[in-house]
């Protein structure tokens, strides 16, 4: 006899184990089939958080050496103690995984380790380790199968020397010269962790900018502060090859409209061009599912073409957040148990966990300009913020974009300390339907760097009071 489920989730990261959770709440009985032995998915595990961990451990370190000392804090002989490190980010991983195995076991998901596959309508064939097929029955499927790194043609990843952003976190040396093939948000936040540990960071980008998609004037701030910080950028270039020597990587680039190729040495090169649908090997053909040209599964309120199969997350198109795949996770938990579930699209929040921070929500400058949408724009630097100058954390500022005729908020990007944490309260304002005058008005904290929000609000009318 086939094991019988109200839902089966196929994947265990942010979209796959708050489904599953948020289903079981609701009084289905929930299976979550996973390959991986640990639940959390690639951003639990390889991905969001140990980079957070070492992001935050290796800022503390450059702290230390470069910053204290100016409010009176010396620290003689600072050193570096990188296996500790990696163990305080493996620490972490290990006790937030047993913390989602915990909550399956509270609210009754069963937890099943394997490769998941589709093989009929209601059907699903879980390979274990060992090789051995159990067949599970469902009257509902969720895809939750996440995103795996993209490759470029001709280079091999070994995740040694040449590395995803799964070696990257796993490093037993700080490298001399690490290359970042890809300005996007994973290759700046790798690229600063080890340029604060040590490294010379080169990046290298296929386009005319660094983290396409970001706000323009965010986009060209954060890079002057990346070079302020030591990072060395090389756009409008593509990488054509990487040649493994015994003592290091010859990797050859070339103007990406065409040109004269240079080479250039490194001791660890990082591909991280971005993500792609892991989509293989689940049977969706079988069951009448096609991918369109780049793995993604075509969906209408998160169902596929399949009765009773759904698909959320890095899987569908949108942004490839984790933040994003638990919307989805529990909009389509309540959908299949016959509630009403939904996504707001428009507020999906992003952030870069650099120093400082990068965060936005909502529609930015270029995107308005292009739809032909009349504007209005606040701005307010992080140097006429009290507590960014008494913290000594000045560098960047907040944009706030307005429409003309109704001042709602239609878009807020950012620039620097903790804005990672400011940006929610846009995201509440946007999600409220909120001007620009409610944020103007609402009385804030002094003082705090939320008081620099308010001011870009205040801005958009022209009456910013604090400098």
């Known amino acids: 006899m086939a094991d019988t489920y109200d839902l089966i989730i196929i994947g265990a990261g942010p979209g796959g184990y708050n489904c599953a959770i948020r289903a079981a709440q609701l009084g289905l009985s929930v299976a979550c089939v996973e390959s991986r032995d640990t639940l959390g998915g690639t951003c639990l595990n390889v991905g969001c958080i140990p980079s957070k961990a070492l992001l935050r451990a290796s800022e ?28 305080h980010k493996d620490d972490a991983v290990d006790q937030l995984t047993k913390g989602i195995a915990y909550l399956f076991k509270k609210n009754k998901v069963t937890h099943i380790v394997g490769h998941g596959r589709i093989t009929a309508p209601g059907t699903v064939a879980v390979v274990s ?36 952003s799964t070696g990257a976190l796993s490093l037993t040396s700080v490298p001399k010269h690490l290359l970042v093939i890809g300005a996007g948000y994973i290759g700046l ?56 020597l015994k003592s290091k990587l010859k990797v050859t680039m070339e103007p990406a409209q065409g040109g004269a190729a240079e080479t250039l040495d490194c001791d660890v090169a990082l591909v991280a061009i971005g993500r792609k649908p892991h989509t293989d090997n689940l049977g969706l053909p079988g069951v009448g599912i096609e991918t369109d ?5 075509p969906t209408e309120n998160f169902k596929t073409s399949a ?61 308005l300009k292009q739809a032909g949408v009349d504007y209005k724009i606040g701005k307010f630097p992080f140097t006429a913020n009290a507590r960014a100058k008494i913290n000594g954390d000045t560098d960047g500022f907040v944009k706030i974009i307005a429409d003309a005729q109704t001042d709602r908020v239609l878009g807020v990007h950012m620039i620097g300390p903790h804005v990672g944490e ?23 904290a002094h003082p705090t760097l939320s008081e620099a929000v308010r001011q870009a609000a205040m801005g958009v009318s022209g009456r910013i009071m604090q400098m």
């Open 129 to 164: 380790p060992k090789g051995e097929t159990q067949t599970l029955q469902t009257k509902n499927i969720v895809i939750a199968t996440g995103s795996d790194p993209m490759t470029l043609p001709g280079v091999e990843i070994d995740e040694q020397r040449v590395v995803s």
């Open 60 to 87: 503390l370190y450059d702290d230390a050496q470069n910053r204290m000392a100016k409010m009176g804090v010396k620290v003689d002989k600072v050193s570096l103690d990188l296996p500790a490190m990696m163990g």
């Open 307 to 367: 009765d009773n199969i759904y698909a959320i997350g890095d899987v569908t198109h949108g942004p490839m957040l984790a933040h994003k795949a638990e919307e989805e996770a529990m909009a389509v938990a309540e959908l299949i148990a016959g509630r009403a579930g939904q996504v707001n699209y428009n507020v999906i929040p992003g952030v870069v966990y650099t120093h400082p921070e990068v965060a936005s929500v909502g529609r930015t400058e270029d995107e």
């Open 422 to 444: 400011l940006i929610a309260e846009a995201a509440i304002a946007m999600e409220f339907g909120a001007s620009s005058e409610d944020i103007a008005r609402t009385c804030h």
């Open 293 to 297: 040209k780049h793995g993604f599964i």
């Open 189 to 244: 936040e790798m690229g600063s962790v080890w340029r604060r540990l040590g490294a010379q960071v080169t990046v290298v980008e296929f386009l005319d900018r660094i983290t396409p998609g970001m706000d323009g004037d965010v986009a060209k701030q954060f890079q002057r502060v990346l070079k302020k910080q030591g990072f060395t950028f090389k756009l409008g270039t593509k990488v054509t090859a990487i040649d493994k």
